[in-house]
Each structure stands twice: as structure tokens, then as C-alpha cells.
């Protein structure tokens, strides 16, 4: 029979729907877990003293009310109810009163631990070099890790306590049934193994219920996301109805699925009241015969009514947290696993902070490879002077893009040295040399906020007037003037609400503000419309001046006007000089620049491609 | 294809029962299940009572005669084992019957929502989606376009699932039980569920307030990953700066915003709880004295007041049950609007009823000249992108239109294939307005590139006839050869039915956009429309495309956007636009003549104007 009180786990936030998946109970992971809730040992320690205590409350009130029924109602003493039920009601609020602890520490110390985790997490990742980000997905990683933390969650907050409440429950109502009555504890005894083989099966089943579900439902998502976000493509080929087809075939899959899963616990539910009711059935008749026979107390039969259902109550909750357990030990392992991982290289132990840099950069027989065996740069040598700008041209793949990555120290070179002010990087920390480098990325990447927000990236302390004269300098306040909050515009997730050209000008003012003594700069491939190209390229014209800047050039007003051109093949610099000296040699060089320039002008301006 | 029961109007809630209305049979028969598994459930219950009572009676026959339901009085003169075995008896089967209709109605039940409602549900919005026309598309972004279909559809499940269904089951269960406990005792009832509107009161008051606050909390976390996922995309940007201490502090910033935020619930949810379960050990308390002094006085039986007990303990769950009906009501009608908006949403571009078919029969007669006559178009916002453009475009010359960002090129080109309607003015094609003809037509035979390439995940080959699936593999190789893909496809290991997945092949951006050409080219279409295709692409990538798109365009009607002199030298004659009005048109040769915007964007490229062939870019830094 039902007792009102259940310890159940406790509600959690919404979680992503994930693919779940499971590891046996590994003494290491929990260890670690454990240590995870060190800081908050008082914490822990109260809720330890709370769960026993629980223990002992929810057969003890199971126990009372039996007891009140089957002593003094039974035996119609007042005085007797009267007392019980005071004595309930105490026992209820005694046991109501430490749920209320026993719920929030729990949370909380939940809460704390993932919270601490998510840090610890971050803060492993940013140290982590950029070989790291160039193997891994991030985006899938990001998604893992916070459905990953989760699960943890659960293991610290739930299964542990919840299964202590439980267990000690199971263990109090069994000790008062074999006193009330040992051999009717029997029957009880013999049917808790078949529950629990029934629970875990279940559990099983329903586990893999859940992937096939959460794997269909992520194949449907994907198929409409596809359909969204092609609505041009599909409209304009007229694929209406051919889309709505497999769309309504996936859909099916989908519903098929969900009904399997829906199926199982269509089964387990009976399943789990027919077990109750078999189990009354047979305490009926046996204890009915046993009480008949004088063997046994009425009282007795009637405390294992109550007793029992505290009992089997337990099992399906401690089969689900084991349950919980198993797929929190999959979450902590792999959160573990990528707070282990070793970052592939650190800034040198011995390494100076150099402060004031004067923006000599040299290349010593530099070669690299992002993976073993597949060199991408070889034997590069050159000398940058400081306030000379370098042009690094050459065909996609050709290496541009790693030689900037060197001298930014995003990554370190395979063999050779690269040099500034004749120091090896390798023996500069990361930081000095990041504080007085700017690079602007391809993609011009600028972080949700305001446009001031993401200047300050390049110095944090500036004020807004330091901001508004690096705006000056690159002769833009205007442009940023002209947007609807100005400086304080809203820029959207990635950038949203700025146009390439505005994009492209904010990660200069950005660049510009830091004062950096070496500027690296991969231009965009994407053309703006004229207007605003000439005003980004002359932004970039007075970025760049006086500082040592490499450009990673696509247009040709910035390889004109480099002081070097290194023209890159395959990874080896293939020729070098001014745009002028380059042209002459009729090299490489010039047939990229006929390419680039005029490279259809066979097509004299008016004659058509009709004419074909 | 789908039926359309759903009327166009009125407010959610009628049309959800409308909706629910529509699985009414299947409903019903969850309903009976219901009522017959209560009763078992009852049954049960009572027959342990009885058996208490029975052996009460059979130890002392002072205490009162158990009282036999009326189908089993004549159990009443058997032996007190033989009764005892037959009640026995009785629970099993009755335990038995419980499970497997208590099976059959959770198939029924899972069968209503998984297989019928939300299905057709989702077909019909994704139907609808799929025809919808681009100003709506425009107006709502895709991640809310696509929860419509996902989220939004399972909260209008939810209505007829957490809400008819479960509704419905609560009162018949509540109603059952009151009427078995007034059966029983009408004032110990009374006494027992004093403390019920309590628990119905704080319940309400707690989902109300928990909504707004797992919603907050929900936005927080949101936040918070967005930081994450967000420092990791710029993690360049964090490194070259040398700013990861400041970005750890901006995350750890939403970080402890969430646990803050958390605390709150943390606390509320906890008491909240609490209270709820010792209102019911209240009534519990209340039973036990008031039932005790009833069965003290012989009015009661013990076993009814150990029944009663237990009826009372599922009463209380039901209570917080009602609490969530309420609660699933209200998210369902929030999810439903949504679904419905979709459902409503006009199609503002349909066929007319008489339309002209362009493949037959006079498909070959058509020439495939073009106008713009007074072209005037106005977005929803009441942005006028287009005022007064018009312009000839004869059959089988190339027009380039050249324009600023936001000056209303791809607005103009995506009046063709009537991805929106002009506001005033026509677009006509060999002298027919592009209304006349039926749209899918219309769109088959305009060809279109955009600037950036969208793949689907699927091979190749499916790719490129796109526009006619299950077409030949001989016609898919003529497209690709045409679009000068053929070679590089040959080469993959798979070939044409290389899947193009995230995991499938890493595509340039070069070749996505001749796989984008051959696409257009497949469905052989009259007009070619070419959103600017080299825009995304450097120097070297951008010849390549070039000669594939000379090679596509031939003998066909091509209109494209071009920023680039290298593209703009294809056409045969080339308007500018700026702010949506035509400023300059003519050959390459007459705009470069006339020294305005076209002049100036051809000498910024460095392109070697005529007249002074050395005078490169000089002016522009």
C-alpha cells in the first residue's frame, strides 16, 4: 500500500536532448567526483547527517500510522488516537522541516559543483593552444560538455543521497518487519530480486529507447533545418512536394520510435502495480492464515500493509539512480578526460616577458606541419624591419595563413626559429608578446555586445576617448558614429547587424587601439561594395603605418604598396622583392598578377560572352 | 492532401478542441479505459479491507460483521480460509486484468499523440512551410521557424495529450474516488480533505511563479553557453590579444549569474515541496483521529479506514496533478498560436487560376526577352528597396547590374522568379506578366546561383538534379561538365554519390559554386539568375567559376549582380543602381565614358582604364 512520502530525485533543469550513454561505476571517476564536492564539505557533511536521518523518517512514519491504526483505533482508546496523532503530526513536520534542508543543500551543492566544473572547464580550454581547436569540433564539443555537466550533476546531487535515503528506508522497514513477524518478511524478501531485475531491464531497454529517440528526433531536426534554411533553393527548383515526401517519411520513423519507447513504459507501469498486487494477494492468504492460525498478530499483518509498500517503493527508485549513476559516469569521464587533456605545447618555464618589442621580425629556416609527416612550410627565411610592411601572397594552400600563425606564436614552428628583435618566440611568454601584436582574422570575428565591447578587446582599460581617437586615427569615426547607437551599438551573435565593411572596421579600431608594434592581417576574401572598400582599405592603410604588418593579401592596392612581397608555393617562398622588382622578373609573380588583375582580359570589355 | 479541419480563425483554445475533437473516438475509448481501471484499482483496494475486517471478525466476534459488496454476499457464509482465499484470489485477478488493460490503454493513449496527432501535425506544418512565401521567412528567423515544427507542435500535442486526456482522466479519477470515499463516510471525507484547497493553492501559486523563474533560468544557462560556444569561435581573437583572463572573467560573470539565479528556485522548490507534503500528512492526521474515533464507535470499520487511507494518499497526487494540467494548458496555448500562425499565414504568391504553362506547349517558341516596366517594390517594413526601374533585357544577352550593398540587386533579381511581387509596375516576360504564369513553372525555368551556396546533405548527384530528383545520371554528368565540376566529381573516391555531409567532402568554395551552376543548369532553364556567385572567392578561385558560368550562360537570358569588374565585363550591357533607382546604364565602354559610379568602381579595382592603361590604384589609398 502507498505511503505519501517519497524521496524522489529531485527536479532538474531542462536538459538538451542528447544521446545518453552509459559506463560501469569506476572507483576512480567517483573519487574524483568526491573531491569535486571537497570545497563544500559542511555542506556535504550536513546533507549526510540530513539523508540518514530521512532514513529513519520515512519507514517511522509508515510504522506510526500502522501502528496507530492497529493499536489504539483498533482497540477504540481515545486517548490512545488522540496521542498518535499528535505523535504524526510532530513526526510529519520533524520530517517535513528536514526535506526542506535536505532538497536545497542538495541543489545546491549540485549547482555549485557543475558551476565550478563549467569554470574549470573554460579555463582549461583558453589555455589550450590553437592545434587543439584545428582538431576538434568545438561547436559538438560545446553542446557535449554542457549536457555532459549536467549528467554530473545529477550523479552528485541525486544518485548518492537519494540511494542512501532509500536504502536506509528499505533496510529500517525490513528490520521492523522480521521484529513484527520474520517468516511473512520472507515473502517480501523473495519478491525484492525479481522487482529489481525487472527495474534495471527496464531501465535498460528504456535507455536505449531514449538514444534511438533522441538520434531520430536529431535526424528530423536536421532535415528541417536543411528545409528552412534552403526555403530558396527548394522554392525556386519547385521541390515542394518531393521535400514534404521525405519530410512525412521521417516523421513516420520518428513516430514509430517514439511509440516503442512510449510501448515500454506501457509495459513497466502494469508491470510494477501488478507486482503490489500479486504481493497483497499472497500476504492476504498466508498472513491471513497465519493470523487465523493464532501464529501471527492482526497488528502484525497490517504493519506489513504499510511496512512493505516503503519497501518496494525504494527499488524502482534506486534502479533509476542507478541508472543515473551509470550515465554520470560516462559524463564525468569524458568531462575528466578533456580536463586532462594536455595541451600540446606551453609557453617555456624559463620564458621573459619582453615589454617594450621594437617590432624586428625574422624568420630562421622555419618549417612546420599541423600534423606529423604533412610539412605545410619549409626552409622559410626573411627579415621584416620594423614599420615595414609585408605582402604574403600565393595561391590558396600555400602557407600565407601558417606564416602569420607563427609569428602570432598561435603556434610554434616545427623546426627553425622565429625571431622579434632577434629573441626566439620561444623564449618570450605568450602574454608580453600578445600585447603588442593585433591580428585581424578572415573572418573578422567580433563577440555579441556592443562595438565598444568589442574595440576594448584590444586594450580593456581604454577609455571612450582613447576609443574615439583610435577611431580618428583610422579616419572611421564617422562610419561608427553613423550606426543607430553609435559606439554602443548592439552587435548580435557573430557579428550580426554590422555589414562586412563595418565588421571589417571595428576589428581595426580594435587592432588600432591595442598600439600594437606588429600588425597581422588576413584580409577578407568577401568584397564590400565600392563605397565602403575605399574606406576600409584606406583605414587599413593608416593601421598599418608605422607598425611591421604582415598582410595575407587578396587585394592588390595592399600588395602595391607593400615594402615586400613574399610569394608563396607549396610552402617554400618561391620569389621576393617590391611589387615592382616582382613585375619585372615575369615570374610567378606576374602571372598571379595577370591572373589576379586582368586575368580575363582576353574578354576585351564589349565583346560578349554571347559571341561564343 | 491534408485534411483541413482546422478552421482559419478563431481563438486557440477553440481550435484545439476542435483539434482534439478530430481524435475523439480514440479519446473516448482512453476515457473508458480509465474508468475501468479505477474501478479495478478500487476493488482492490477494498477487497484487502475486507479481508482486514474479515479476520478482525474471525478473532473476536465482537468487533463488526465485514460488509460484503453485493456480488459477493454470498461469500459471506463460507469459512474465514476459504473466504480468505477467494479474496485472495480475487486481487490476483483482479491485479491481472489491471495490468493488461492498464497495457492496452497506455498503447492507446501512445498511439493517439505518437502515431496520429503529432505526425500529421508536423506534416501539415511543414507542408505549409514549405509553400510559405519569402516575406514570411523574412519575418521570422529560422530557429523560430523551425521550433514551430518541433517544440511548438509538441506543445499543441501536449493540449489534447496533458490536457484533455490527462484532464479528463483527473476528474473521472477524482470524481471516482470522492464518490467512493462519500460512500464511505461522508463527514470523515469532508474532515479529510480539508487540508485539500491548500495544496491546490500552493501548487498553483509555485507553477506560476516557477515558470517565470525556470524561464529566467533557462535564458541565464542560454547565455552562458553562448559565451562559452562564443570565446571558443573567437578563440583567435582571445589569443592573439592575449586576453584570456578577461574572457574567463566575462564567462565566469554568466556563470554566476546562473547560480545566483538558481538559488532562488533552489529554495522556493524545496519549501514549496515540503508544504505539499505535509498538507497531506495533515489530512493523513485527520484521519487517523477522526477515523479512529469513527471506528471506535463502530461506524467504521478498520478496514475501510485502511482504504480510506489509501485513497486519500492518491487523492493528494492528484491534486498536484491538476496543478500541471493547468500549467501544460497554458504552454500549449502559447505552442498552439504559434502553430496556428503558421498554419493561417497567407501564401502571398500562388499561380493565378488560369495560368500559362511555359513547358508546353509553346516552351521552344519562347524567346526569353524580359522588362521591368515601372518596377516599384516596398518590403513589409515599409523599406522601398526599388522605385521606378525599368530596363530591356532582349532574349540571350547577359544584363550585369552593379550596385553598393543594400542598393537592391538581389531585390530586383528575386522579382524574376517571383520570390516577392512588385508593389506597383510589372515584370514581363516575352510580353506576359510573371503573375500570368503558373509559379512552379515560372521558377523551373529561371535558373538560379546565389551568392552563397547552400548544399543539401545528400550525394551529389541528387544535388545537381535538384530540380528533378531521380533524373538520369547521364543528364547529371552533362550539367556538371557544363559547369566544369565533371573532372573534380570523377576524381572523388565516391564520385557522383559522394554524400556532402559535415563528415562527407570538404567542398571549396569554387566548387560548391559550380556544383551551384550545374544545379542551375540541370533544369535547363530560359533565365539564368546569378546573385553575385564570385563574390565570396578569391583571385584564383574566381576564374575558374568565371569560365564555368560563360559556359552555362550560353544562349540563355542572364541577369546578374556583380561587384567585380572581372564579372562585370560578361554582359552586354550593365545597369548601376543606387538606392534602388537605375543611375547609369549602357555597355562597359558608354559607363566608362560617362565617369560616374562605374567609372569609379572599375578604376578602385585597378582595372586598366582605356585611355590611360598604367594608372592603377594610386588615387584609392
Known sequence: ?612 | MFPSALAPSGSPLRRLLQLTWRYRAACLQVFAFQIILLALALGGLSLTGLSVDVLRHALDPAAPLPSWPRGLAQLADWATHRQLLAVGGLVLGMGALHALLGYAHGIQSGRVQHLRLVPELRAQVFHKLQRLSFPFYDQNGSASIINRVTSDVQAARSFVDGVMLQGGILVLTLGVYAVFMLRAHVGLTLACLGATPLIWVLTRRFSVWAQAAYQKTRQLVDEMVLTMSEGIHGIVVTKVFGREPEELARFEKRNRAVVDQQQDIFRRASNFTAAVHFSSQINVAVLLGYGGLLVSQRTLTLGDLIVFANVLTQFAGQISAMARVVNTLQQSLAGARRVFDVLDAPIDIRSPERALGMDHPKAESLAGSLRFEHVHFAYPNGHLALSDVSFEVTAGTCLAILGATGAGKSTLLSLIPRFYDTSAGRVTIDGHDVREFDVDTLRRSVGVVFQQTLLFKQSIADNIAFGHPGAARADIERAAQIAGVHDFIQRLPAGYDSLLAEEGVNLSGGQRQRLALARAVFVQPRFLILDDPTTALDAHTESDVLTAMRAVMRGRTTLMAANRLSTLRFADRIIVLERGQIIEQGTHSELMAVRGLYYRTARLQGVVDEARPQALTEQCV
Open chain 1, 1 to 612: 500500500m502507498s505511503q505519501a512520502v517519497l524521496e524522489k530525485p529531485l527536479p532538474a533543469p531542462a536538459r538538451p536532448s542528447e544521446v545518453v550513454a552509459q559506463r560501469p561505476l569506476d572507483f576512480a571517476i567517483i573519487r574524483r567526483l568526491v573531491a569535486c564536492t571537497r570545497p563544500y564539505g559542511r555542506l556535504r557533511g550536513l546533507l549526510l547527517v540530513l539523508v540518514v536521518l530521512r532514513s529513519v523518517q520515512l519507514p517511522g512514519m509508515a510504522w506510526l500510522m500502522a501502528s496507530v491504526i492497529s493499536g489504539p483505533i483498533a482497540d477504540h482508546d481515545f486517548s490512545g488516537i488522540a496521542l498518535g496523532v499528535v505523535l504524526f503530526l510532530g513526526w510529519s513536520a520533524f520530517t517535513a522541516g528536514c526535506f526542506v534542508y535536505r532538497s536545497r543543500l542538495a541543489l545546491e551543492l549540485g549547482e555549485a559543483v557543475v558551476s565550478d566544473l563549467r569554470r574549470q572547464i573554460y579555463e582549461h580550454l583558453l589555455r589550450l593552444p590553437m592545434s587543439y581547436f584545428k582538431r576538434t569540433e568545438v561547436g559538438r564539443l560545446i553542446g557535449r560538455v554542457v549536457h555532459d555537466v549536467d549528467s554530473v550533476r545529477s550523479g552528485v546531487q541525486d544518485v548518492f543521497f537519494v540511494s542512501v535515503v532509500q536504502c536506509g528506508s528499505m533496510l529500517i522497514s525490513a528490520v521492523l518487519m522480521v521484529y513484527y513477524d520474520w517468516q511473512l518478511f520472507l515473502i517480501v524478501l523473495g519478491m525484492a530480486p525479481g522487482l529489481w531485475a525487472v527495474t534495471r531491464y527496464f531501465r535498460k531497454l528504456s535507455s536505449v529507447a531514449y538514444r534511438a529517440r533522441s538520434e531520430s528526433f536529431a535526424r528530423v531536426t536536421a532535415s528541417l533545418v536543411e528545409s528552412v534554411n534552403g526555403i530558396r533553393e527548394i522554392q525556386s527548383f519547385a521541390r515542394q512536394d518531393h521535400n514534404a515526401r521525405s519530410f512525412a517519411r521521417l516523421i513516420d520513423e520518428h513516430a514509430q520510435i517514439n511509440m516503442h519507447s512510449h510501448r515500454l513504459s506501457a509495459v513497466f507501469q502494469p508491470v510494477l502495480i501488478f507486482n503490489g498486487q500479486f504481493f497483497l494477494a499472497v500476504l492476504l492468504v498466508l498472513g491471513g492464515y497465519q493470523v487465523l492460525g493464532g501464529r501471527v498478530e492482526l497488528e502484525a499483518l497490517i504493519q506489513f500493509l504499510f511496512l512493505s509498500t516503503a519497501f518496494f517503493s525504494a527499488i524502482p527508485i534506486v534502479g533509476e539512480q542507478y541508472n543515473q549513476a551509470l550515465t554520470a559516469m560516462a559524463g564525468a569521464e569524458r568531462v575528466f578526460r578533456l580536463l586532462d587533456t594536455r595541451p600540446d605545447w606551453e609557453d617555456r618555464a624559463d620564458a621573459k616577458d619582453f615589454d617594450r618589442i621594437q617590432g624586428h621580425v625574422e624568420f630562421k629556416s622555419v618549417g612546420f606541419e599541423y600534423e606529423p609527416g604533412q610539412p605545410v612550410l619549409h626552409g622559410i627565411d626573411f627579415t621584416a624591419l620594423p614599420g615595414q610592411a609585408v605582402a604574403l601572397v600565393g595561391p590558396t594552400g600555400s602557407g600565407k595563413t601558417t606564416v602569420a600563425n607563427l609569428i602570432a606564436k598561435l603556434y610554434l614552428p616545427t623546426s627553425g626559429a622565429v625571431l622579434i628583435d632577434g629573441n626566439d618566440l620561444s623564449h618570450m611568454t605568450s602574454r608580453s608578446l600578445h600585447r603588442q601584436i593585433a591580428c585581424v582574422t578572415q573572418q573578422n570575428f567580433l563577440f555579441s555586445g556592443s562595438v565598444l565591447d568589442n574595440i576594448l578587446v584590444g586594450r580593456p582599460e581604454a577609455t571612450r576617448e582613447q576609443v574615439g581617437v583610435a577611431l580618428d586615427a583610422l579616419g572611421v569615426a564617422d562610419i561608427i558614429e553613423g550606426l543607430p547607437g553609435g559606439v554602443d551599438s548592439k552587435v548580435g551573435e557573430r557579428g550580426v547587424g554590422l555589414s562586412i565593411g563595418q565588421r571589417q572596421i571595428v576589428c581595426f579600431a580594435r587592432a588600432m587601439l591595442a598600439d600594437p608594434r606588429v600588425v597581422i592581417l588576413d584580409e577578407a576574401t568577401s568584397s564590400v561594395d565600392s563605397v565602403t572598400e575605399a574606406r576600409v582599405q584606406q583605414a587599413l592603410f593608416r593601421l598599418l603605418l608605422g607598425r611591421t604588418s604582415f598582410v595575407v593579401a587578396h587585394r592588390l592596392s595592399t600588395i602595391v604598396h607593400a615594402d615586400q612581397v613574399l610569394v608563396l608555393e607549396h610552402g617554400c617562398i618561391v620569389e621576393r622583392g617590391t611589387h615592382a622588382e616582382l613585375l619585372d622578373k615575369n615570374g610567378p609573380y606576374s602571372r598571379l598578377y595577370r591572373q589576379f588583375v586582368s586575368g580575363q582580359a582576353e574578354l576585351a570589355p564589349n565583346t560578349s560572352a554571347r559571341s561564343e
